[in-house]
């Protein structure tokens, strides 16, 4: 299993500002990814954090709105950049732990950081 | 466009009763299915996950899928107020490592 800390929790913001989150992983782990959850609506995929090189991004995000790093295989961070009011979301770290079928292929989820643009 | 649907709900059931969830997806070539479970205020936490046609059962818990019809179940026995929460579906496709998640439904175990 993997256990997943982020840092902070939660913060408010003021627009134009940026916000970086932290994600630690207890182990080492293949994929690490962010998402990002909006009240009363599902995950939505931001980008695959790449060990060592540039991110993969989704259509929608980008890298100059949403830098990533991961330096190493457990630890990542994701920053919202010159933030608007409709950044405020839950942003969550989750990491998976395998590619093959069974008990290692589960995908993990951070306990997310509340954000709040004013 | 990878799509997968799922009542929002809510959906309410008493205590004691079976609570069954949908979920229906797009991609056929779909080859692993989940099932999270969503507190309010909390990250998902997985309880489920089925790889093969037919019914998987773990506790109080038993998943079912059917690829022929894309389709992809979770039923909740003696289902108990702790219960209450949104239960998130997720598919992730062969030789792909992203999962693709649906609206996620609502329930409520009324006590």
């Known amino acids: 299993s993997a256990v997943i800390s982020q840092k902070p929790s939660r913060d408010i913001c003021q627009r134009g500002t940026s916000l970086t989150i932290q994600c630690q992983v207890d182990s080492q782990v293949t994929m690490m990814f962010w998402y990002r959850q909006q009240p009363g609506q599902s995950l939505t995929l931001i980008a695959t954090a790449n060990q060592g090189s540039e991110a993969t991004y989704e259509s929608g995000f980008v890298i100059d709105k949403f830098p990533i790093s991961r330096p190493n295989l457990t630890f990542s961070t994701l920053t919202v950049s010159n933030m608007s009011p409709e950044d405020s979301s839950i942003y969550l770290c989750s990491a998976w732990t395998g590619p093959t079928e069974g008990p290692t292929d589960t995908q993990y989820f951070g306990p997310g950081t509340r954000l709040t643009v004013l | 466009q990878k799509e997968v649907e799922q009542n929002s709900g809510p959906l309410s059931v008493p205590e004691g009763a079976i609570a069954s969830l949908n979920c229906t997806y797009s991609d056929r070539v779909s080859q692993s299915f989940f099932w999270y479970r969503q507190y309010s205020g909390k990250s998902p936490e997985l309880i489920m996950s089925?790889?093969?046609?037919g019914d998987k059962e773990d506790g109080r818990f038993t998943a079912q899928l059917n690829k022929a019809s894309q389709y992809v179940s979770l039923l909740i026995r003696d289902s108990q107020p702790s219960d209450s929460a949104t239960y998130l579906c997720?598919?992730?496709?062969?030789?792909?490592?992203?999962?693709?998640f649906g609206k996620g439904t609502k329930l409520s175990v009324i006590p």
């Open positions: 997720a598919t992730r496709g062969a030789g792909s490592y992203q999962l693709t």
């Open positions: 089925i790889y093969s046609n």
